[in-house]
């Protein structure tokens, strides 16, 4: 009706569940990865819950079409069945053709027949039931015993619940706990967000575009989102009616007004409910009730807290090299060493070459006589090692000017010259 006009090639919120619409969003993925990893991985039974109009079903299509050709598939849609028409119904869906006068022993006698043929080909079976909250408690336990066909090693069949909310409610029921305890992945599919509803409604507008496609404005989606709660289905109903009174109005361009004026038209002719922001349910987590998944979690836990160890190790060895630069900082602060001739010890490990004293003329024979040690008294040694050169104190010296005295030859002055040369003397006569 408004496809040419808008320049699309279908409509974009039709209610059909088409697997080429899905927009991946965040809990689209995570509750599709679950389904794979539980179809691929045999992980026993799988239940995966929504509110109406969630996307489960456009979900289911779209796993299933990602399936390889070695699998076969029984997809039980009408689920207001007793426990033998269950298995009819599983039966025929496989091609197999039941026969009304076979007792129950025999159909299922026949149905395990079936499956080990298809292992035997390298085949697997996988079984979904949607609509799984309509189930009788009898159907449901019939569910659970096709689950114990089964060779040595693996499962021969794979079974997926798919469901409304009140599957987990019946599944609580004391006399399900068998079937409860096969469970290994479950999952509650979420509604969307603002942000995955504005990109919901305009990757949907991008897929059924031929030319450049339209897209809402974020107040535009926002509204939608406040009156259909993030559930897909309402925002297709609601998306599908504004586009209708934009053709209906000639506005190429969607505003808030003509959005408002068309969720007023829908609760009129009570398509819809009056948003009620109060109510949420209950489950609006999603969780992964498996053992695999619980190991992960574990095994994440542990990796984290070696990886906290192994930093708390390095800052420990950082804070014990931090104190003893600072310890050796504060010592040279307050020591700090001598360098030069006047440093003891001295710096240099190097031994300083012996300097050569000069030979000194040898002592005239009157002021030998007047000395104050006898000639025969013996020179005492003193070794060079005793004092290294190391351990020399080197003085300063200072050049200066000659200075002319009068030759004096007193005794004294004989004496002073043999005993000190020909310095002059500290005090004068």
Same mark, same amino acid.
């Given at each position: 009706?408004?496809?040419?006009?808008?320049?699309?090639?279908?409509?974009?919120?039709?209610?059909?569940?088409?697997?080429?619409?899905?927009?991946?969003?965040?809990?689209?993925?995570?509750?599709?990865?679950?389904?794979?990893?539980?179809?691929?991985?045999?992980?026993?039974?799988?239940? =995966?819950?929504?509110?109406?109009?969630?996307?489960?079903?456009?979900?289911?299509?779209?796993?299933?079409?990602?399936?390889?050709?070695?699998?076969?598939?029984?997809?039980?849609?009408?689920?207001?069945?007793?426990?033998? &028409?269950?298995?009819?119904?599983?039966?025929?869906?496989?091609?197999?053709?039941?026969?009304?006068?076979?007792?129950? +022993?025999?159909?299922?006698?026949?149905?395990?027949?079936?499956?080990? !043929?298809?292992?035997?080909?390298?085949?697997?079976?996988?079984?979904?039931?949607? &609509?799984?909250?309509?189930?009788?408690?009898?159907?449901?336990?019939?569910?659970?015993?096709?689950?114990?066909?089964?060779?040595?090693?693996?499962?021969?069949?794979?079974?997926?619940?798919?469901?409304?909310?009140?599957?987990?409610?019946?599944?609580?029921?004391?006399?399900? !706990?068998?079937?409860?305890?096969?469970?290994?992945?479950?999952?509650?599919?979420?509604?969307?967000?603002?942000?995955?509803?504005?990109?919901?409604?305009?990757?949907?507008?991008?897929?059924?575009?031929?030319? #450049?496609?339209?897209?809402?404005?974020?107040? =535009?989606?926002?509204?939608?989102?406040?009156?259909?709660?993030?559930?897909?289905?309402?925002?297709? =109903?609601?998306?599908?009616?504004?586009?209708?009174?934009?053709?209906?109005?000639?506005?190429?361009?969607?505003?808030?007004?003509?959005?408002?004026?068309?969720? &007023? &038209?829908?609760?009129?002719?009570?398509?819809?409910?009056?948003?009620?922001?109060?109510?949420?349910?209950?489950?609006?987590?999603?969780?992964?009730?498996?053992?695999?998944? !619980?190991?992960?979690?574990?095994?994440?836990?542990?990796?984290?807290?070696?990886?906290?160890?192994?930093?708390?190790?390095?800052?420990?060895?950082?804070?014990?090299?931090?104190?003893?630069?600072?310890?050796?900082?504060?010592?040279?602060?307050?020591?700090?060493?001598?360098?030069?001739?006047?440093?003891?010890?001295?710096?240099?490990?190097?031994?300083?070459?012996?300097?050569?004293?000069?030979?000194?003329?040898?002592?005239?024979?009157?002021?030998?006589?007047?000395?104050?040690?006898?000639?025969?008294?013996?020179?005492?040694?003193? +070794?060079?090692?005793?004092?290294?050169?190391?351990?020399?104190?080197?003085?300063?010296?200072?050049?200066?000017?000659?200075?002319?005295?009068?030759?004096?030859?007193?005794?004294?002055?004989?004496?002073?010259?043999?005993?000190?040369?020909?310095?002059?003397? #500290?005090?004068?006569?």
């Amino acid at each position: 009706m408004y496809e040419r006009f808008f320049n699309l090639r279908e409509r974009p919120f039709s209610l059909s569940p088409d697997p080429d619409y899905l927009y991946p969003s965040r809990v689209h993925k995570e509750a599709l990865s679950y389904l794979r990893y539980g179809i691929e991985g045999h992980a026993g039974f799988i239940v =995966v819950t929504g509110e109406i109009g969630s996307g489960k079903t456009t979900l289911l299509q779209t796993a299933l079409r990602s399936l390889d050709h070695q699998t076969s598939v029984s997809r039980i849609v009408n689920t207001m069945l007793d426990a033998r &028409e269950l298995i009819e119904a599983v039966m025929l869906d496989f091609g197999l053709q039941p026969s009304s006068d076979q007792s129950k +022993p025999l159909l299922l006698r026949e149905l395990a027949r079936f499956l080990v !043929e298809l292992r035997s080909m390298g085949r697997l079976a996988l079984l979904v039931i949607d &609509e799984a909250q309509n189930l009788s408690l009898a159907a449901l336990e019939e569910v659970r015993m096709l689950s114990n066909l089964e060779t040595e090693k693996s499962k021969l069949i794979q079974i997926a619940l798919i469901g409304q909310p009140s599957l987990r409610e019946l599944l609580q029921r004391p006399e399900l !706990e068998q079937l409860r305890q096969r469970v290994t992945v479950s999952y509650h599919l979420q509604a969307l967000d603002t942000a995955d509803t504005a990109a919901y409604i305009n990757h949907r507008l991008r897929r059924a575009a031929i030319g #450049a496609p339209i897209e809402l404005s974020r107040d =535009v989606t926002d509204l939608i989102h406040l009156h259909s709660e993030g559930i897909p289905r309402k925002i297709n =109903v609601i998306a599908d009616a504004v586009l209708l009174f934009g053709y209906g109005e000639e506005q190429r361009t969607i505003t808030v007004d003509l959005t408002q004026q068309a969720i &007023e &038209e829908l609760e009129t002719t009570g398509v819809i409910q009056p948003a009620d922001r109060s109510h949420r349910s209950p489950l609006s987590t999603p969780r992964l009730a498996t053992a695999s998944h !619980e190991e992960e979690l574990r095994a994440r836990e542990a990796r984290l807290a070696e990886r906290e160890r192994q930093i708390a190790e390095q800052q420990r060895v950082i804070n014990e090299e931090y104190r003893l630069l600072k310890l050796r900082s504060e010592r040279t602060a307050a020591d700090p060493p001598l360098h030069g001739d006047w440093s003891w010890p001295p710096v240099s490990t190097s031994p300083r070459p012996e300097p050569v004293a000069a030979p000194r003329a040898p002592m005239p024979a009157a002021a030998s006589a007047g000395s104050l040690q006898p000639a025969h008294a013996p020179a005492i040694p003193v +070794p060079a090692a005793a004092v290294s050169a190391q351990q020399r104190i080197v003085m300063p010296t200072r050049e200066a000017a000659p200075v002319q005295r009068p030759a004096d030859r007193s005794v004294w002055a004989r004496l002073r010259r043999t005993l000190f040369g020909e310095s002059t003397a #500290a005090f004068e006569d």
